[in-house]
T-cell receptor, first 111, second 112 residues
């Protein structure tokens, strides 16, 4: 069965420090991977997807198929990065199984 | 362009009752997916509707059912409510199931 694991429930770092949110997955095949973010009092929104290979708000995520990981990184954290972050995967063949989410990591950026 | 909307915002029901939650998809989207998010958990996929038909379902019992209308809006119905059904229910719309899903604000259901 497909699964997404985010080992850290809570991650607290100081402003300006590097951030890495971990995500590991299990899936038979090549899934499409996403990071979703939920800022306080806002709805869940897409941060980035691995096929886009973009850097959004300074965040990047590299897919490592050998380690089945998709960690989210940012070199210098900002206070506005404080939010809940969810890693998710989907079958790229049609998506009829929906997104499979991890339990989320609450990122707190301290001033 | 209007985003995904959901109604109601909050709902309180008692065990054994039935509930209907509503979702209006984003303009131009033809696919609606529903998720259940229990406290402290990530969203869990319930089912997906594409062109008015269910085309994918997660590990939820048949008392969770849905509809999609010609304008691509959708309903989630839950019969015989149980205490464990208390959760945030999220609706997401997309153009096709594998493309970016845009989420609504959710409906908070409390079952007493």
């Amino acid at each position: 069965a497909q699964r997404v694991t985010q080992p850290e429930k809570l991650l607290s770092v100081f402003k300006g420090a590097p951030v890495e949110l971990k995500c590991n997955y299990s899936y038979s095949g090549s899934p499409e991977l996403f990071w979703y973010v939920q800022y306080s009092r806002q709805r869940l929104q897409l941060l980035l997807r691995h096929i886009s290979r973009e850097s959004i708000k300074g965040f990047t995520a590299d897919l490592n198929k050998g380690e089945t990981s998709f960690h989210l990184k940012k070199p210098f954290a900002q206070e506005e990065d404080s939010a809940m972050y969810y890693c998710a995967l989907i079958d790229p063949g049609g998506g009829a199984d929906g997104l499979t989410f991890g339990k989320g990591t609450h990122l707190i950026i301290q001033p | 362009e209007t985003g995904v909307t959901q109604s109601p915002t909050h709902l309180i029901k008692t065990r054994g009752q039935q509930v209907t939650l509503r979702c209006s998809s984003q303009s131009g989207h033809n696919t609606v997916s529903w998720y259940q998010q229990a406290l402290g958990q990530g969203p869990q996929f319930i089912f997906q509707y594409y062109r008015e038909e269910e085309n994918g379902r997660g590990n939820f019992p048949p008392r969770f059912s849905g509809l999609q209308f010609p304008n691509y809006s959708s309903e989630l119905n839950v019969n015989a409510l149980e205490l464990d059904d208390s959760a945030l229910y999220l609706c997401a719309s997309s153009f096709g199931g594998a493309n970016e899903q845009f989420f609504g604000p959710g409906t908070r259901l409390t079952v007493l």
